[in-house]
């Protein structure tokens, strides 16, 4: 087995989302919660972004409940906080709260 070396780890704060629609079988709903996280990839501190939605994978410990999720990569916390108060983000919360059900955050620093 080939194992990585530590120094090969990059150092980030990685922003994980996951949303849940009011309405999940609405597709205009969910096209327009696609479009606004699309919007945030406007915001200039997000140095890799995914937006995607379940994966077709079928385990025990899968959970495919979430209509999409995101994952943006900062440099540091501190990009991540300018992302937090961006009138780009700030914008999308305001057109998109009524969208969902249940917003789950999970940050991570490497």
Known sequence: MVRKKASSL????????F????????????????????????VETIQTAYIGQP??????????TYAF???FIFKTKEDQDVYQIHP???AFVDACKHLWEKVIVYDAVS
């Open 69 to 71: 999720s995101i994952s």
């Open 55 to 64: 994966a077709s994978t079928n385990r025990a410990v899968i959970d495919t």
């Open 88 to 90: 780009v983000h700030l």
């Open 19 to 42: 949303f849940w629609l009011k309405n999940p079988d609405n597709t205009v709903e969910k096209a327009q919660l696609e479009a606004g996280l699309h919007s945030l990839l406007g």
């Open 10 to 17: 990059k150092k980030a704060f990685v922003h994980t989302v």
